[in-house]
């Protein structure tokens, strides 16, 4: 079955910590994008990686880190020097015609 | 820079009703469009997009758009809607190949659709 995976789907980071969040896709898609979601403010980009081995900053990628060791995977860490990371993650991977299709996300909360 | 603006941030809308969630856009290069759905607590999902040729699109669950190029404008409709259509829509911008984009697509803030019943 085809598609994007994300996991876990709700993750609990301590004062202090740093968190990943795991994304994967079999699609055999290039490129793989992190979307963060605040309610009211729609989406916005954090990374994105278009070939592995290689990734861009977004318009907010402060606080963030990821790696894209496998075309397959694109992790997200959620650094201590983010500190506002309560939020709705998206991860989604890209065909060559632009559409993005997106994982189920995950929810960060901080204790 | 591209941008995108969807004109309603909530639509309420009686069930069987006929709905339009508008979205306006700028760019100074040629453009794919998307619309996207987000029921609660979940990821998006394609509702239809614009690559090029006929500029009524149509998508799943009887959604269909239509891209007007003179008004920049790329609003979504639905004849008829049911209460399962209650969610949140997105519309997205990206320049086409070859105007230099990365691929990144640039979302609206988001147009809450509540059907009552």
């Known amino acids: 079955d085809g598609g994007i995976t994300q996991s876990p789907k709700y993750l609990f980071r301590k004062e202090g910590q740093n968190v990943t969040l795991s994304c994967e896709q079999n699609?055999?898609?290039?490129?793989m994008y992190w979307y963060r979601q605040d309610p009211g403010q729609g989406l916005r980009l954090i990374y994105y990686s278009q070939i592995v081995n290689d990734f861009q900053k977004g318009d907010i990628a402060e606080g963030y880190s990821v790696s894209r060791e496998k075309k397959e995977s694109f992790p997200l860490t959620v650094t201590s020097a983010q500190k506002n990371p309560t939020a709705f993650y998206l991860c989604a991977s890209g065909a060559t015609t632009g559409t993005q299709y997106f994982g189920p996300g995950t929810r960060l909360l901080v204790l | 820079a591209q941008s995108v603006t969807q004109l309603d941030s909530q639509v309420p809308v009686f069930e069987e009703a006929p709905v339009e969630l508008r979205c306006n856009y700028s760019s100074s290069v040629s453009v794919y469009l998307f619309w996207y759905v987000q029921y609660p607590n979940q990821g998006l999902q394609l509702l239809l997009k614009y690559l090029s040729g006929s500029t009524l699109v149509k998508g799943i669950n009887g959604f269909e758009a239509e891209f007007n190029k003179s008004q920049t404008s790329f609003h979504l409709r639905k004849p008829s809607v049911h209460i399962s259509d209650t969610a949140e829509y997105f519309c997205a911008v990206r320049g086409s190949h070859g105007s230099g984009n990365t691929g990144k697509l640039i979302f609206g803030q988001g147009t809450t659709l509540q059907v009552k019943p």
């Open positions: 699609l055999n898609h290039d490129a």
